[in-house]
Every structure is written in structure tokens, then in C-alpha cells.
């Protein structure tokens, strides 16, 4: 099944490929149009791949027609043979297939998760070609939206984590409390928050809901809605002061930094899935800034603590990180034992791997002190 599950979903409207050397002949045969269906036993979806050949190198984008329009990139895409393989970065799926004699099929495999689904595409003409929906256009960079309407449930009790989810125009959190939703709209961390009461840390909400101007907001508009829902359902109040707290500060190592690959993805959205890896976690940037690591990566989900980057990277950048997270991270919910190949510690594993620095200290930061807060208004 082609699950779309980020922490930031404008990330699927953009269009980029990575491409990877095929020959002619064959690259010649296999551009053009395929489609195919993935039925998991519950679910039947049509997906459509789009593969052009530029020059002899291969490179394509996604599409999951029964979930939206939004292309995805295909991140790795290998012709040898007759073996195709290829990569979608963004909801870590893969397909491996065998093309057809004569060209007009691939019979093969699509996995995303642990279980492998057959999936078998076909090349389609112009008059064949599922319709694939149009992506929502972008919102107006200087629009300031709001929730045109909004609910604000509570979550199921017993549910770990929480998300964020910008779909098209569909704006949605799971699992989140008010203090969540305070650090998400403002970029802070919840030491950062100032006199809120013991139920806006427990207390946690499911919230869905689409702007009241046309077009797909960006995640600055997103908050901006966030903001406003805040100040209306739940009567938020507050007033900054400028205090000095315990820090991490993100900078450039002595001979980094290293393994950060610029992006070839155009536009502002981005995507910092996390999930196991052999011996800790892995996080994964597309088309992040620094900032966008060290702020909703770093202090949104993992570390103790507020994040400052001080590294001075301007760039958007794809790159990897993995480690064992300690006690402190995580608050505490994703522990490992530790075993014989664990990964080093997030502090090395930046250093080893990313050429950068997260160091512990004392620095003065913005914090919210809330003036007055209710729980949120009936929908």
C-alpha cells in the first residue's frame, strides 16, 4: 500500500529525480507511461509511474492516483538488463520488477514497510492513461490564512507519539497536546513555554481542518493557522520575554561539514521522517535547511532541550543521520538495548557523520509566558 505518513506532507508536491546511468537502447524502451494497481487485501490502489529518458540517464516520478495528485520523485532509478529497480525517498518505497520481452510490462514487487506486494505495471497510451489529479496550486506566499473550519477531538487514549500532517489542503495533527501545538506554531521548545497548566502537557487532541483562502499552504502558513486556532479555541493569551536556558548549539565541526547533499528538489516543503534502524533510529532530511533540522527535527522530536543552529548553512539538503538515543531523548518513549553492533550516541553520530557539532550550553532565548489559557471550545 502507498502510505503517505510525514511529519510534513507539502513535501509531496515536488518534483525531482535523481538519476542513475542505463544504457540507450534500453532507457529508450522503457521511458514512458506505466500504471498498476497494489491490493494489500483491504485497500486496491492505482499507481501511475512517469520514467523519461534524458540523455541515456533515467529519472521518473510517482503517483498515487487514488491518493491525491502529488508526484513523488523517484530518488534511485536502475535498469540492468531486463531488472528494473527503483526508490521513492520520500515514503521509503521501493520497486524491483523483470520488463517484459517486449517491453510492454513489468512484472515485479512494490515494499514499502516489511511485507512486499506484487505489483505488475503496464506501458499505457495517451487514451489509456488513468487521469491523474491535478496537484492543489500553492497558496499565495503573502496570504495569512486561517481554519476555515476546524475539529478539535480528543485523541484515543493510549496512543504514543504524535504527528503533523499537511495533505494537499488538508491541515491535521494526531495525538498533540497544547503545549505540542504551541512549539510546532511558535518553534519552541516546551521549556520554552511559561506557566501553562498541567493539562495543556496531557491533555492530547486530534485536529483537522482546510485554510480559508485558495490554494496549498506552506508549513509558515501552516502555523499561522495553528496560531489562530490557538488564540480562538482555546482563548490563548501569553507575552515573550527573553530568557537564559539550557541550549544545544548546532554548528559546523573543525572538517565538516560532510554527507550533506544539496537538494535537487525545488520549493520550501520538506520531510524529517523518523524510524528504527539496526541498533537506534534513523532520521532522514529531504529538502531540509539546517534550521528546519535543528528546530522541528532535533528539538521537535528528539532532544531535552531548545536547539540553536549556528552553523551558518543556507543550503536545502538530503541526508541521513542515525544513533542510539539515551534516556533523555524522546521523552524518554523510545528506549533500545543496547547490543553488540548498537549505533554511537547522537552526539558523535553528528560529528562522525555530518561534520557538525550539537554542543550543551547556556545561551538567552525567547520564551512564551502564557497570560491565560481554556480547554478548547465545543466544535
Not at 473550519?149 to 504527528?163: F, L, R, Y
Request: charged letters at 20%; hydrophobic letters at 40%.
Amino acid at each position: 500500500m502507498v502510505a503517505v505518513s510525514f511529519m510534513n506532507k507539502t513535501a509531496l508536491c515536488i518534483i525531482a529525480a535523481l538519476v542513475c546511468s542505463a544504457s540507450a537502447m534500453h532507457a529508450q524502451k522503457l521511458a514512458g507511461t506505466w500504471q498498476g494497481t497494489i491490493n494489500d487485501g483491504k485497500d486496491a490502489l492505482r499507481v501511475v509511474v512517469k520514467i523519461t529518458d534524458d540523455d541515456q540517464r533515467l529519472k521518473g516520478a510517482l503517483y498515487s492516483i487514488d491518493q491525491g495528485g502529488d508526484p513523488m520523485a523517484l530518488s534511485s532509478i536502475s535498469l540492468q538488463g531486463g531488472k528494473l529497480n527503483f526508490a521513492v525517498a520520500l515514503i521509503k518505497g521501493s520497486y524491483f520488477g523483470t520488463v517484459s520481452a517486449d517491453a510492454n510490462s513489468i512484472a515485479g514487487q512494490w515494499i514499502q514497510g516489511s511485507k512486499p506486494l506484487p505489483l505488475t505495471f503496464v506501458r499505457t497510451s495517451k487514451d489509456a492513461a488513468w487521469d491523474i489529479p491535478k496537484p492543489n496550486a500553492p497558496m499565495a506566499r503573502d496570504a495569512d490564512p486561517s481554519f476555515e473550519v476546524a475539529t478539535i477531538k480528543p485523541s484515543k487514549p493510549g496512543e504514543d507519539g504524535s504527528d503533523y500532517g499537511l495533505d494537499g489542503r488538508h491541515v491535521t495533527t494526531e495525538n498533540t497536546s497544547l503545549d505540542n501545538l504551541i512549539g510546532y506554531a511558535y518553534d519552541i521548545h516546551r521549556k520554552q513555554i511559561v506557566g501553562s497548566p498541567d493539562w495543556a502537557g496531557s491533555d492530547k487532541y486530534d485536529i483537522a481542518g482546510v485554510p480559508d483562502l485558495p490554494g496549498e499552504p506552506n508549513d509558515i502558513q501552516s502555523k499561522l493557522m495553528f496560531q489562530k486556532l490557538m488564540a480562538d479555541r482555546f482563548q490563548l493569551k501569553f507575552h515573550r520575554e527573553k530568557r537564559e536556558l539550557a541550549v544545544y548549539v548546532l554548528s559546523v565541526a573543525k572538517n565538516g561539514p560532510m554527507n550533506l547533499t544539496r537538494s535537487a528538489t525545488s520549493g520550501e516543503g520538506f520531510s524529517i521522517p523518523i524510524g528504527g534502524a539496526k541498533g537506534g533510529v534513523n532520521m532522514t532530511v529531504y529538502n531540509g535547511t539546517m534550521t528546519n533540522f535543528a528546530i522541528f527535527g532535533l528539538q521537535g522530536a528528539v532532544v531535552d532541550r531548545p536547539v540553536v543552529d549556528r552553523t551558518g548553512l543556507t543550503d536545502r539538503y538530503d541526508f541521513a543521520l542515525k544513533w542510539m538515543p539515551d534516556d533523555s531523548q524522546f521523552g524518554g518513549h523510545m528506549q533500545f538495548p543496547e547490543v553488540k553492533d548498537s549505533l554511537p550516541s547522537l552526539f558523535t553520530a553528528i560529528q562522525e557523520q555530518l561534520g557538525l557539532k550539537l554542543e550543551p550550553m547556556k545561551a538567552p532565548v525567547d520564551v512564551l509566558v502564557i497570560d491565560h489559557v481554556e480547554k478548547p471550545s465545543a466544535n
